[in-house]
């Protein structure tokens, strides 16, 4: 198994671009999540979706959309970037369909984005 | 004030020693997470624990839910524990997410 991949590993962008951070695992888990980290401050939970078709808001939810049209992949949109999504993206999943802070869990190697 | 505060917030040690690095958070919870975040940036858990101790390898993680507070050990440590280590905690309430801490930077040195 891959586990969970992630899509760039870099990118820089103009403020006011839009791009598509992409996320796939291949473990059949039901949860999968998106967390920014930035210097200095914790894990912080952007989106969550906990099965095709569901998604909800996290913590830091504003200027990204999500979608979960398959089990697989939960791609990650910035609409228009601002240099205050200057940040590490990580995905993760977890098992089971349950709550992820029940099970285990798999984060992705990150996206170091830069917008400029 | 953060919800979940680690220390030290750095930690430089000798290999072989004993390595404790702290969880306290002001929230009531239901369990608590450890987290490693390799130098190169991949992150895995390590532990899921809701009261007593639990032991992988040189690890043993602590947590009492009374005093709010969770401990991580490494025993006989070596320069490849070198990493970032995250307290998360799930809330009793929003159970949805995790809280994080800030982490504590680790380095061992041979």
């Known amino acids: 198994n891959a586990g969970v991949t992630q899509t760039p590993k870099f990118q820089v962008l103009k403020t006011g671009q839009s791009m598509t951070l992409q996320c796939a695992q291949d473990?059949?888990?039901?949860?999968m999540s998106w967390y920014r980290q930035d210097p200095g401050m914790g894990l912080r939970l952007i989106h969550y979706?906990?099965?095709?078709?569901?998604?909800d808001q996290g913590e830091v939810p504003n200027g990204y959309n999500v979608s979960r049209s398959t089990t697989e992949d939960f791609p990650l949109r910035l609409l228009s970037a601002a240099p205050s999504q200057t940040s590490v993206y990580f995905c993760?999943?977890?098992?089971?369909?349950?709550?992820?802070?029940?099970?285990?869990?798999?984060f992705g190697p990150g996206t170091r984005l830069t917008v400029l | 004030k953060n919800e979940v505060e680690q220390s030290p917030q750095n930690l430089t040690a000798q290999e072989g020693e004993f390595i404790t690095i702290n969880c306290s958070y002001s929230?009531?919870?239901?369990?608590l997470h450890w987290l490693q975040q390799h130098p190169g940036g991949g992150i895995v858990s390590l532990f899921m624990?809701?009261?007593g101790k639990k032991k992988h390898g040189r690890l043993i993680a602590t947590i009492n839910i009374q005093e709010k507070h969770s401990s991580l050990h490494i025993t006989a440590s070596h320069p490849r524990d070198s990493a970032v280590y995250i307290c998360?905690?799930?809330?009793?309430?929003?159970?949805?997410?995790?809280?994080f801490g800030q982490g504590t930077r680790l380095t061992i040195n041979p």
């Open positions: 993760a999943s977890s098992p089971h369909g349950g709550l992820p802070s029940y099970n285990e869990q798999f």
């Open positions: 473990m059949n888990h039901e949860y």
């Open positions: 979706s906990v099965g095709a078709g569901i998604t």
């Open positions: 929230v009531g919870i239901s369990a």
């Open positions: 624990l809701s009261s």
């Open positions: 998360a905690v799930r809330l009793d309430q929003g159970a949805q997410k995790l809280v």
